[in-house]
C-alpha cells in the first residue's frame, strides 16, 4: 500500500481504530511521510527503531480518552492535588531512535519537561512496544485503557513494572475510576466519582 492509497483509506469517514506498519523506514522516510499526512485528522504516528506505525484514530477512542481525563481532573481538583494537563505532545527524537505522541499525558506537583504520567487507549492491539520508548524518555508511570480495563506500568531502574496504585496518586481508588470510566454517561461519571471521594 502506497501512502496515497493510505491516505485515501485514513479519511475522515474512518469510523474505527486501525493501524499499518512499515518496516525498515529511516528517520528522514518517516518526516517525509508524517509532511504527507500533515493535514489528515485523526491520524497519529509512533516510529522506533525504523518501525513506523501509522494509526488512525475512531471517535470511540476519542470518547474514552477524554472521559478517563474527566475524572482524573476532577478527582485531582478534589483532592487539591496540583496538576498540569500536557495533552499529546510530540516526545522523542532521532537520538533517541523514536518518536510518539501519547493519548494524553500530565505533569504532577510541578511543570516538567517529560510528563510524569502518560495515558494510552489501545483500542486495536499489536503494534510497536510503546513502553520501550517511554523507558528511553524516562516517562514514570503509563497507563494503559484496553477492553475497559486499566493497567498501570511504573518506570523501575531500567524496567517497568505492573503496579496495583498509582505511585504519584496512591490514594486513588482504581477500581472507582474504573466503573465510573465504563459508565454511559460523561457527566454522570464525572458526578458518580466525586459522589464517592472525600474532597480535601
Excluded at 529511516?26 to 494509526?55: G, H, N, P, T
Excluded at 470511540?60 to 474527566?70: N, P
Excluded at 483500542?123 to 510497536?128: A, D, E, K, L, Q
Amino acid at each position: 500500500m502506497n501512502v496515497y492509497t493510505l491516505a485515501k483509506s485514513t479519511s475522515h469517514e474512518t469510523e474505527q481504530d486501525g493501524s499499518i506498519m512499515f518496516y525498515d523506514v529511516s528517520w528522514e522516510q518517516f518526516e517525509a511521510i508524517e509532511i504527507a499526512f500533515k493535514d489528515l485528522r485523526r491520524v497519529k504516528f509512533f516510529y522506533l527503531d525504523r518501525i513506523l506505525q501509522i494509526m488512525t484514530v475512531s471517535p470511540e477512542h476519542e470518547i474514552i480518552k477524554k472521559t478517563l481525563c474527566m475524572l482524573l481532573e476532577a478527582y485531582m481538583r478534589a483532592k487539591g492535588i496540583r496538576f498540569y494537563g500536557k495533552g499529546g505532545p510530540t516526545l522523542g527524537d532521532r537520538e533517541l531512535g523514536g518518536r510518539k505522541e501519547p493519548d494524553d499525558s500530565y505533569d504532577i506537583g510541578t511543570q516538567k519537561t517529560v510528563p510524569d504520567i502518560a495515558i494510552e487507549v489501545v483500542i486495536t492491539s499489536g503494534g510497536i512496544n510503546t513502553l520501550e520508548l517511554y523507558k528511553r524518555l524516562g516517562i514514570r508511570e503509563v497507563w494503559f485503557w484496553q477492553n475497559s480495563q486499566l493497567s498501570l506500568y511504573d518506570l523501575r531502574g531500567e524496567n517497568y513494572e505492573q503496579i496495583a496504585r498509582s505511585t504519584f496518586l496512591p490514594n486513588l481508588d482504581l477500581e472507582l475510576l474504573l466503573r465510573c470510566a465504563n459508565m454511559p454517561d460523561q457527566y454522570d461519571a464525572v458526578t458518580e466519582l466525586l459522589a464517592n471521594i472525600s474532597p480535601v
